[in-house]
Every structure is written in structure tokens, then in C-alpha cells.
């Protein structure tokens, strides 16, 4: 199976910069697409960035501008990396792996607070 370890997360003012990383292990040959997830208190998890094995990116019009998700082949590290950064990005920020053989794969977040 895949397993995915998020790091990077923190307290940062608005207006400043984040990279977050997930570290990939097990079978990446199976790994079609990941994904950067956040999910804020009494909020529905969002999909944020998304990186296809081709390199094809979609972000969220939230973040589209601040935003850029980037790997390192093959499928070693995920990055998210994170600029302008707003109180309203404040969330658990959860990386996430689709395959083609064990379905869906989460890490267990970082937290990002943004203060304003």
C-alpha cells in the first residue's frame, strides 16, 4: 500500500509563505494522482491542488494564483507550496493518493493557522 506523511505545517501572518510536503512510500507504481485536501472546523473537506502522474495540476479557484503543487519523479515527495497566505486558508491540510490497486490513500494532516 502507499503511505503518505505531511510535514511543513505551522502558524504563519497573513500574507506570508508555507510549503508543505508528503513524503511517499510503498507502491507509488500504483499512484494515478495526488491530491492536497484541507478541511477547516465545522467544515466540509475540500480538494485544494491536485497533480496528475503526466504533471496536469488543477487547483481550487480559492487558491489559484497563491498556490502551487509540484512532485518529485517518482512520486517521492508531493509538495504545496503556499504564498499570500489568508486567515481563511487556516485548516488541516491532508495529502491524499489515488490508486489503481488500494483506492484512496490519506496522510494524517498538518495543521496551517494563519493569523491575521
Known amino acids: 500500500q502507499v503511505q503518505l506523511v505531511e510535514s511543513g505545517g505551522g502558524l504563519v501572518q497573513a500574507g506570508g509563505s508555507l510549503r508543505l510536503s508528503c513524503a511517499v512510500s510503498?507502491?507509488?507504481?500504483?499512484?494515478?494522482?495526488m491530491g492536497w485536501y484541507r478541511q477547516a472546523p465545522r467544515k466540509q473537506r475540500e480538494l485544494v491542488a491536485s497533480?496528475?502522474?503526466?504533471?496536469?495540476?488543477n487547483y481550487s479557484d480559492s487558491v489559484k494564483g497563491r498556490f502551487t503543487i509540484s512532485r518529485d519523479i517518482p512520486w517521492n515527495t508531493v509538495y504545496l507550496r503556499m504564498n499570500s497566505l489568508k486567515p481563511e486558508d487556516t485548516a488541516i491540510y491532508y495529502c491524499?493518493?489515488?490508486?489503481?490497486?488500494?483506492?484512496?490513500?490519506w496522510g494524517r494532516g498538518t495543521q496551517v493557522t494563519v493569523s491575521s
Open positions: 497533480i496528475t502522474t503526466d504533471g496536469t495540476t
Open positions: 510503498g507502491s507509488r507504481f500504483s499512484i494515478e494522482a
Open positions: 491524499a493518493a489515488d490508486t489503481t490497486i488500494y483506492g484512496r490513500a
